[in-house]
């Protein structure tokens, strides 16, 4: 047993629910207390007892420049000196936006919030307010962030309507949510042609992280953007995962699917809070205070956030650092695979860009019902043996990992002596 933090999480549990800010990080499908960090370096992480680990978390996705990057950091101590929150417009909001759109330009207009989930929120919003219909369509296993409409699991049966996912989720609102197994393109016919004039919007994530990496099936992206014209319906890609980790231009670009709406988080705001939401000038157009759907924000477009992702993206355009990480991810996944195959481990690792899940799994996993035929207990003696070889890995097996562009080679070699140890005991 890992003695990490467990005094610690005591400690925080007293004040904190559950002991941590966020369900993901209290390590529950492990079974031990989670790590408590003290800092970042580059491609490490190190806990109050000062255990260096190779961070695959990398806070979730957003550090694909690692902890502390000279040029982040520089750009934030000039912008703390400046004032850390007006309120008020800044000439930064209108150069980060011009740099987004750079990316994806896809994104004609966009309005800046403080997270992925309030990003994902104010586009089902406006998809509603800008179409007058009230349905929206979304995939299992796929997670946009905690809002009610969002929060939704399938009904009992094939075509029910949706039933919510978490108390205090009204099924009143939950049943304007439809959800379809991902890459399941009759359901989604079939879901069209029931409600398809009540559809305002179908939402998925293009590359899924979510339940771990799974890849759209050819023609599956398509298909979607076939029935959203067929119906009059919008399609919004959230990209908050997937927009600067499957490529630099997104999954949009790497599948060739043009989205009326795109949402991004993570690694756009450089490690600060930031979210975006944009696409056609139309449907912008229906937001306050051009138009009637209302949304806000005190510390929208805030100027620490919009410093970090200016810096963030120029890095990543200029510098070639995002192919850096997709070579370094690269190698770990084939070397992974290699690992698995050599020593006919029932475990199957998936991967885009610069993100990858490994499953404990012996076949491709296609949707969350495939997910779910994952070994959780080997899942967790797994999980335990990398930590305690200072590898700090998604701790669950829905969830994606990742590597960044400082990863070196020597921390990816180190990282596959550990999995080849650990797969040489597995039967
Ligand atoms: C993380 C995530 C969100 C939610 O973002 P938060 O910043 O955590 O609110 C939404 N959609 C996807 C695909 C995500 O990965």
């Given at each position: 047993?890992?003695?990490?933090?467990?005094?610690?999480?005591?400690?925080?549990?007293?004040?904190?629910?559950?002991?941590?800010?966020?369900?993901?990080?209290?390590?529950?499908?492990?079974?031990?207390?989670?790590?408590?960090?003290?800092?970042?370096?580059?491609?490490?992480?190190?806990?109050?007892?000062?255990?260096?680990?190779?961070?695959?978390?990398?806070?979730?996705?957003?550090?694909?420049l690692?902890?502390?990057h000279?040029q982040?950091?520089?750009?934030?101590?000039?912008?703390?000196?400046?004032?850390?929150?007006?309120?008020?417009?800044?000439?930064?909001?209108?150069?980060?936006?011009?740099?987004?759109?750079?990316?994806?330009?896809?994104?004609?207009?966009?309005?800046?919030?403080?997270?992925?989930?309030?990003?994902?929120?104010?586009?089902?919003?406006?998809?509603?307010?800008?179409?007058?219909?009230?349905?929206?369509?979304?995939?299992?296993?796929?997670?946009?962030?905690?809002?009610?409409?969002?929060?939704?699991?399938?009904?009992?049966?094939?075509?029910?309507?949706?039933?919510?996912?978490?108390?205090?989720?009204?099924?009143?609102?939950?049943?304007?949510?439809?959800?379809?197994?991902?890459?399941?393109?009759?359901?989604?016919?079939?879901?069209?042609?029931?409600?398809?004039?009540?559809?305002?919007?179908?939402?998925?994530?293009?590359?899924?992280?979510?339940?771990?990496?799974?890849?759209?099936?050819?023609?599956?992206?398509?298909?979607?953007?076939?029935?959203?014209?067929?119906?009059?319906?919008?399609?919004?890609?959230?990209?908050?995962?997937?927009?600067?980790?499957?490529?630099?231009?997104?999954?949009?670009?790497?599948?060739?699917?043009?989205?009326?709406?795109?949402?991004?988080?993570?690694?756009?705001?450089?490690?600060?809070?930031?979210?975006?939401?944009?696409?056609?000038?139309?449907?912008?157009?229906?937001?306050?205070?051009?138009?009637?759907?209302?949304?806000?924000?005190?510390?929208?477009?805030?100027?620490?956030?919009?410093?970090?992702?200016?810096i963030t993206l120029d890095i990543l355009k200029t510098a070639d650092a995002f192919a850096m990480a997709?070579?370094?991810?690269?190698?770990?996944?084939?070397?992974?695979?290699?690992?698995?195959?050599?020593?006919?481990?029932?475990?199957?690792?998936?991967?885009?860009?610069?993100?990858?899940?490994?499953?404990?799994?012996?076949?491709?996993?296609?949707?969350?019902?495939?997910?779910?035929?994952?070994?959780?207990?080997?899942?967790?003696?797994?999980?335990?043996?990398?930590?305690?070889?200072?590898?700090?890995?998604?701790?669950?097996?829905?969830?994606?990992?990742?590597?960044?562009a400082?990863?070196?080679?020597?921390?990816?070699?180190?990282?596959?002596?550990?999995?080849?140890?650990?797969?040489?005991?597995?039967?």
């Amino acid at each position: 047993m890992i003695k990490v933090g467990s005094d610690l999480f005591g400690a925080a549990s007293d004040v904190l629910v559950g002991g941590v800010n966020s369900p993901a990080r209290a390590f529950k499908a492990i079974g031990i207390p989670p790590v408590f960090i003290d800092r970042g370096e580059g491609p490490y992480i190190y806990d109050t007892e000062n255990r260096r680990y190779i961070d695959y978390i990398q806070s979730w996705g957003p550090m694909i420049l690692g902890h502390c990057h000279p040029q982040v950091s520089e750009a934030l101590h000039r912008a703390v000196d400046k004032g850390t929150s007006f309120g008020a417009p800044t000439v930064a909001e209108t150069e980060m936006a011009k740099r987004v759109q750079g990316f994806f330009p896809s994104m004609e207009k966009m309005r800046f919030v403080s997270s992925g989930t309030e990003a994902t929120m104010s586009a089902i919003r406006l998809a509603r307010g800008a179409t007058g219909r009230r349905k929206i369509l979304k995939f299992e296993g796929c997670y946009h962030g905690h809002a009610d409409s969002l929060l939704v699991a399938a009904g009992s049966g094939a075509l029910t309507l949706g039933e919510p996912d978490s108390k205090g989720v009204l099924a009143d609102l939950a049943q304007h949510t439809l959800t379809a197994p991902f890459n399941d393109l009759d359901t989604v016919k079939a879901i069209f042609e029931r409600w398809g004039d009540d559809l305002a919007g179908v939402i998925v994530e293009p590359v899924v992280g979510n339940m771990g990496v799974v890849l759209p099936q050819p023609g599956f992206l398509a298909g979607l953007r076939q029935s959203c014209d067929d119906y009059g319906a919008l399609l919004i890609l959230d990209e908050v995962m997937t927009g600067f980790r499957v490529g630099l231009n997104g999954a949009q670009a790497l599948y060739d699917c043009k989205p009326d709406l795109t949402v991004l988080g993570k690694v756009v705001g450089g490690g600060l809070p930031c979210g975006v939401y944009g696409g056609r000038a139309d449907i912008m157009a229906h937001v306050a205070p051009e138009g009637g759907v209302y949304q806000a924000g005190t510390l929208s477009g805030n100027p620490l956030a919009m410093a970090a992702g200016i810096i963030t993206l120029d890095i990543l355009k200029t510098a070639d650092a995002f192919a850096m990480a997709e070579k370094q991810c690269q190698q770990l996944v084939v070397g992974i695979k290699e690992i698995i195959t050599s020593h006919s481990v029932p475990a199957t690792i998936q991967s885009v860009g610069t993100m990858w899940t490994l499953f404990w799994c012996p076949d491709p996993i296609h949707n969350l019902t495939d997910a779910k035929r994952s070994d959780l207990a080997q899942f967790r003696t797994f999980y335990k043996a990398m930590l305690r070889q200072g590898i700090y890995m998604a701790p669950s097996q829905f969830e994606a990992n990742f590597v960044s562009a400082v990863h070196t080679e020597e921390n990816i070699d180190s990282t596959l002596t550990a999995i080849r140890t650990y797969c040489q005991t597995v039967r």
